[in-house]
């Protein structure tokens, strides 16, 4: 493969990877697909009331 | 240097560095037209309006929908009401400063918390309602169990700091910043904690991260604020408005003896007790106390780190925006009962602390703490660390004197 190809191909695969990380990581695609606008938000843990 | 290790750094630069540098020019180019094209959203508009409900009573957390929002919201700008901010002491007892107050004094008072409700939910809660806590009568009963903790947990933000306050706390431009960054800053170390970040938790979580964050915390934050911005549409954070229509309630005269009642309150309860000498109450005793081979448990007080005490930092920013914004407000320090705590001394430079934070802002407090069994007051608390009718009298007492006696 020559180098132009080369390169090329790699700056197609860190823009994959970058556009990924930003639309998959960052913000949620399925968010901006299906906006939701109120999010009822809970802890994941129940505290367990104790004495201290 | 070799030729091999030449060669590849060559390679590296080339295959690599160059690629990623071009990528990263793409991607701001594509950011910087797409942005361009888009149109700005203006988050919609949410109005909760409605008649003030609670006058009196307790909301044990303020999931209950717009209601429950309103009456909080109403009980801080209603300047005739006291709103009780608390944690685990709060129950339905009529002796409760929220219960007593307006049914013997037609004094309005509506209470707010159960247990973990702590420091930083309270400071977000009238952080929401900052528009209203001005000269706002507000009484913060403070346990020191809660300086044993790591602060505020994520259940009881969830169930306090409901979805439209967060809402309203993004939107209102006359809060301070650094409380939006302490905010930002909870989310961000509970992130993994919550099922999921609300687009108002993001946006103070992104406020944070570009102000105090690490630099992969920033570029992150970045590059969110900036996708977000891009297709705001989809994530829109709604503008609430409060419109509460206020209630008032008809005073009353009080003309009980105020000795012969708090006298008779404790004997009630010293005389209540047949189990054990920890002035505990029979029910709390069997169930808590004593061990299933009938062993007295024995609580012990440890030592407090005021080095890394969250929860003292959030008591810190709490007295700083009350102060801020003129609250007409108290504090209580309810004791822990010295006859089943070990050590309660250890708690004093705890107290010594607090109290000085108040003194220093000139702001009224009722201090209950009781280091030894000498100084404690049998019948305060009901139990190890709950208030008895005998202690939320002394409260209502405080209350009356500091706000009504004189009106």
């Known amino acids: 493969m020559s180098i132009s190809k080369q390169i090329i191909k790699n700056t197609l ?40 | 240097m070799s030729a091999k290790s030449n060669t590849m750094i060559k390679k590296l630069f080339l295959f690599h560095l160059v690629p990623f540098t ?22 919609s508009t949410y109005i909760i309006s409605g008649e003030q409900v609670r006058t009196k009573g307790v909301y044990d957390n303020l999931i209950y929908g717009d209601q429950a929002e309103l009456d909080f919201i109403a009980s801080l700008k209603n300047k005739n009401q006291l709103t009780i901010f608390g944690s685990s002491e709060f129950t339905d007892a009529p002796l409760c400063s929220y219960n007593f107050l307006p049914d013997s004094l037609g004094i309005q008072s509506l209470g707010i918390g159960h247990a973990h409700h702590q420091c930083f939910s309270i400071l977000c809660e009238l952080l929401a309602a900052s528009e209203y806590v001005a000269k706002s009568k507000i009484c ?22 409901r979805p439209h306050f967060i809402e309203k706390i993004v939107h209102e431009k006359s809060i301070d910043n650094k409380y939006k960054i302490a905010i930002g800053k909870y989310i ?5 904690e ?4 609300s687009n108002g938790m993001a946006f103070l979580k992104d406020e944070y991260c570009l102000a105090e964050g690490n630099w992969l915390d920033f570029i992150n934050a970045s590059l969110h604020k900036k996708l977000v911005s891009m297709h705001q549409n989809s994530f829109p954070i709604q503008n609430i408005i409060y419109q ?14 105020k000795n012969k009642t708090m006298q008779g309150l404790q004997q009630t309860f010293l005389a209540s007790i047949t189990t054990n ?3 505990v109450n029979d029910e709390y005793y069997n169930l808590y106390v004593k061990d299933a081979d009938g062993i007295e448990a024995i609580g012990e007080i440890k030592e407090i780190d005021f080095d890394n005490n969250q929860e003292l930092e959030d008591f ?5 925006l009350l102060v801020k914004k003129n609250a007409n407000c108290s504090f209580v320090i309810q004791p822990i009962n010295p006859y089943y705590y070990q050590y309660a001394d250890r708690n004093i430079p705890l107290i010594d602390t607090l109290t000085k934070i108040l003194d220093k802002h000139n702001l009224p407090y009722l201090n209950m703490y009781a280091p030894t069994k000498e100084a404690y007051d049998p019948g305060v608390l009901k139990d190890v660390m709950h208030l008895g009718d005998y202690g939320w009298m002394k409260i209502n007492y405080f209350l009356d004197s500091l706000y009504y006696e004189h009106q």
């Not at chain 1, 970058?18 to 606008?37: A, C, H, R, S």
């Not at chain 2, 961000?188 to 993994?192: A, F, L, S, V």
């Open chain 2, 316 to 320: 810190k920013l709490l007295v700083d």
């Open chain 2, 244 to 257: 509460p229509k206020l209630k008032n309630m008809e005073r009353k005269e009080w003309v009980a003896d």
């Open chain 2, 22 to 43: 071009l990528a990263g020019l793409l991607i701001c180019g594509a950011l910087i037209w797409i942005s361009a094209c888009t149109a700005t959203y203006c988050g």
């Open chain 2, 194 to 197: 919550f099922t999921g970040i």
């Open chain 1, 13 to 52: 695969i860190y823009f994959l990877l970058i556009f990924g990380y930003m639309y998959l990581y960052l913000v949620d695609i399925d968010q901006i697909l299906f906006p939701q606008e109120n999010m009822e938000v809970k802890s994941k843990i129940d505290f367990v009331y104790q004495q201290f």
């Open chain 2, 140 to 161: 913060i009963v403070l346990s020191p169990s809660w300086f044993h903790t790591y602060g505020t947990n994520t259940e009881a933000f969830a169930e306090f700091v």
């Open chain 2, 277 to 279: 000498k920890l002035y």
């Open chain 2, 188 to 192: 961000h170390e509970h992130r993994n």
